[in-house]
């Protein structure tokens, strides 16, 4: 029989064992576009089936680019910029160019300097060991910026593959499949979801005789947030429109909970400051003092802070203390991956950022 890919998430399609990768029953193959029972549950009851696949084998996949000619386009997440960077992916686009595509533009505050951003993510990049050709900011959900974009990236390919690259959830499938709907008259071509894990292997998208688009896996980094949370309790966590910040006044002693999700204490402030929160507008943010925050962790986790809801406390590990000693004439930003920021004010302040252990924890010149 002929190899069959399935047309949402490329994984090649098998009709023997249910419970494996890439199932279909016989009646799929009879259908112009197949696709596996996996990405059918997804796209028609939004459920989600785990996959049993490793960071090596997707790795091992992406090293393919590197001896192939063409533009690769490396996609984050603009509400999780340092967690959603693919580590390593210097060395393996090889001599490829590199454009970096912020998506998600449309959660960031409207006020937002636009090359700021821009330029602030060169920084980043340069960090990861990335030389970038370009920085373009979208939001392929509102298409804000698409069109844009898509011109210049026909550019700038001069008829090579384009190569799309990232990691789980930032939005890889939903770029693509405004670009294949802007140009031709299919919809919905990849799988696209809230959860980890969408695309399986390499979905070939003819650009014109010569050339394809190609979206590749996304590369699942388990300090994200994502990876210890319910479907119920992702959905609270991922930001579906403009965040608003929330400004709380705070002086040492004192401490925010994101939730019961994480947690932040102000060791030590000169005095008192504006703490800028960007997280989902559906988490709850509960100021306390430190003195007293244990005992509300442990009486309130679920209910007054909560998410965590009950699915997820079920496997929730325990809180983890990091301590980070800031002493900065620039705003910095505390970022807790796959769930948000808290941007501290300049000047000497010692904080204590509380997370699930193997959860990041990291500070950074302030994006906004």
Not at 39 to 67: A, P, W
Not at 73 to 86: A, E, P, W
Not at 171 to 193: A, C, D, P
Not at 283 to 293: F, G, L, Q, S, V
Request: a negative charge.
């Amino acid at each position: 029989m002929e190899q069959i890919y399935c047309h949402g998430c490329g994984v090649q399609i098998q009709t023997h064992s249910e419970k494996e990768l890439g199932y279909a029953p016989l009646s799929a193959l009879e259908r112009e576009d197949v696709i596996c029972k996996r990405c059918f549950r997804l796209k028609n009851y939004n459920e989600v089936q785990d996959v049993d696949l490793t960071d090596d084998d997707f790795l091992s996949m992406l090293h393919e680019i590197g001896d192939r000619n063409g533009l690769v386009v490396n996609i984050v997440d603009l509400f999780d910029v340092h967690g959603s960077f693919v580590r390593g992916l210097n060395r393996l686009v090889g001599d490829n160019e590199v454009v970096l595509v912020g998506n998600k533009v449309d959660l960031l505050p409207k006020s937002i300097n636009h090359n700021k951003v821009k330029n602030w993510m060169k920084r980043v990049a340069k960090e990861f060991g990335l030389k970038v050709k370009e920085v373009y900011l979208v939001s392929s959900v509102k298409g804000i910026n698409m069109e844009e974009t898509a011109f210049e990236l026909e550019k700038i390919r001069k008829g090579k593959d384009i190569f799309v690259v990232g990691c789980t959830n930032v939005g890889k499938s939903t770029f693509i499949n405004y670009l294949i709907n802007r140009s031709i008259e299919q919809e919905q071509v990849i799988t696209t979801s809230y959860f980890p894990g969408t695309t399986l292997g390499f979905i070939d998208i003819p650009l014109d005789d010569q050339a394809s688009m190609i979206d590749t896996p996304g590369i699942i980094n388990d300090h994200q947030m994502a990876h210890y949370l319910s479907k119920k309790d992702l959905k609270t966590v991922t930001p579906k429109k403009e965040v608003k910040p929330k400004v709380f006044q705070l002086e040492a002693e004192q401490t925010l909970f994101i939730g019961g999700l994480a947690r932040l204490d102000i060791d030590k402030v000169d005095e008192q400051k504006g703490f800028i929160c960007y997280f989902s507008n559906d988490i709850n943010i509960h100021r306390t003092k430190i003195d007293k925050a244990d005992l509300l962790y442990d009486q309130h986790l679920g209910e007054l802070l909560s998410p965590p809801t009950e699915e997820t406390i079920e496997t929730w590990p325990e809180l983890e203390a990091k301590t980070f000693q800031i002493n900065s004439e620039k705003k910095q930003d505390i970022v807790f991956s796959g769930l948000g920021w808290i941007t501290v004010p300049n000047g000497q302040t010692t904080v204590t950022a509380y997370v699930p252990k193997g959860v990041r924890v990291l500070v950074r010149d302030a994006i906004i």
